[in-house]
């Protein structure tokens, strides 16, 4: 014989199932990563002990002022993000969620993806130095540049690695730095022919610039709306589309001479 439920135990029962879905929903593994302000490195200085840019062929100038290229932090490419991971990240300004696709290859292994970031950062330090050197009309086959970042892969840190080496080179192009002392941050990809590229995560980068002790923060233009949404107090967005921009701005904030762009 059946017993009849009370209202209560009945909807208690349905509830069952909805329970169960919801609580498979909130830990259930999602197709996001979770990203927050990484570290930063002065490429005009030593990272772990050894000079990011070492250049033999041509007298180098000595520096004051830095300029840091940044990085976010995220979620391994095998780490389970749950919902409720997602939900905690969303509402906190030093972190976001981003599709695990527009961090990692979605196509490749764990190794794959450190190989893969190992080659983007090699071409970008390859690009960044042919950038340079065709800004300051050099001869790549008597001026040798190397570049050494420990830990960090892809082809973000582009930019700052063109400026610095130019930096080292010719400074402001006339006797003074092209940092004028200041600590300058920033992110960009950049192309053999000197053209800035958007990278992703710069909300995050101006944090960890701003953290890092930065006043300026050079950003890719297509990015600058990005930039602003949580801009930290203290910090100058600049607005850059190539090395000759990026250049001419920062002669221009140092002199104190000449319209400096801004988002």
């Known amino acids: 014989m059946l017993s009849r439920l009370s209202r209560p135990q009945a909807l208690a029962v349905c509830a069952l199932p909805v329970v169960g879905l919801l609580a498979t929903a909130v830990f259930a593994p999602l197709?996001?990563?979770?990203?927050?302000?990484?570290l930063t490195a002065n490429v005009l200085g030593e990272n772990k002990g050894e000079p990011v840019i070492t250049i033999s062929g041509a007298a180098t100038r000595k520096t004051s002022g830095?300029?840091?290229m940044t990085t976010i932090e995220a979620t391994g490419p095998d780490v389970s993000v749950s919902l409720a991971d997602v939900l905690d990240s969303w509402f906190r300004t030093d972190s976001a969620v981003m599709p695990r696709d527009s961090v990692y290859p979605s196509d490749k292994s764990t190794d794959e993806i450190e190989e893969y970031n190992t080659e983007q950062m090699r071409e970008s330090q390859d690009d960044a130095t042919e950038a340079a050197l065709n800004y300051l009309d050099l001869d790549a086959r008597k001026v040798k540049v190397d570049l050494e970042l420990a830990d960090v892969g892809g082809p973000s840190a582009g930019l700052l690695f063109s400026l610095g080496i130019v930096e080292k080179l010719d400074g402001d192009g006339s006797g003074g730095e092209l940092t004028g002392g200041r600590n300058i941050a920033g992110t960009g990809t950049i192309d053999a022919d000197g053209k800035v590229g958007a990278v992703g995560g710069v909300a995050l980068k101006t944090q960890a610039a701003r953290r890092d002790g930065a006043t300026v923060f050079l950003v890719p233009k297509a990015e600058c709306s990005d930039a602003k949404s949580d801009l930290p107090k203290g910090l100058r967005l600049?607005?850059?589309t190539t090395l000759q921009?990026?250049?001419?701005s920062l002669v221009a904030l140092e002199k104190g001479t000449g319209k400096v762009a801004s988002c």
């Open 66 to 68: 830095q300029l840091r």
């Open 31 to 38: 197709p996001f990563s979770l990203t927050q302000p990484g």
């Open 245 to 248: 921009g990026a250049v001419d």
């Open 238 to 240: 600049i607005p850059v």
